[in-house]
Nanobody, 123 residues
Framework: QVQLVESGGGLVQAGGSLRLDCAAS????????MGWFRQAPGKEREFVATISGGGTIIYYADFVKGRATISRDNAKNAVYLQMNTMKPEDTGVYYCAARRLTTSKLPSDYNYWGQGTQITVSS
């Protein structure tokens, strides 16, 4: 069982930056692939970024490439998402998710989810 708690959301102006943190419980954090997803009002949850347990495999959604960095610190049971040059269309609830062994871009592949943290980007 893994419990995930996101933090770091808030209100930011277009062009600004935010870092999202996800704290995980459990003793085998490094065996989980981690993902960040987001959901805007009226839209489906979509993939943002994912990182493998060892941090060697990383994928980004096209809409954040060059603007986002996913990273993890297995000693701290934490995964991070640094978002730069933010746009109003980045507004939404951002979720941290975990799945055993490997990464995935599909929300349905993840077993554990945090409660989400709101990001609002003003124009």
């Amino acid at each position: 069982q893994v419990q995930l708690v996101e933090s770091g959301g808030g209100l930011v102006q277009a062009g600004g930056s935010l870092r999202l943190d996800c704290a995980a419980s459990g003793r085998t954090f490094s065996s989980y692939g981690m993902g960040w997803f987001r959901q805007a009002p009226g839209k489906e949850r979509e993939f943002v970024a994912t990182i493998s347990g060892g941090g060697t495999i990383i994928y980004y959604a096209d809409f954040v490439k060059g603007r986002a960095t996913i990273s993890r610190d297995n000693a701290k049971n934490a995964v991070y998402l640094q978002m730069n040059t933010m746009k109003p269309e980045d507004t939404g609830v951002y979720y941290c998710a975990a799945r055993r062994l490997t990464t995935s871009k599909l929300p349905s592949d993840y077993n554990y989810w945090g409660q989400g943290t709101q990001i609002t980007v003003s124009s």
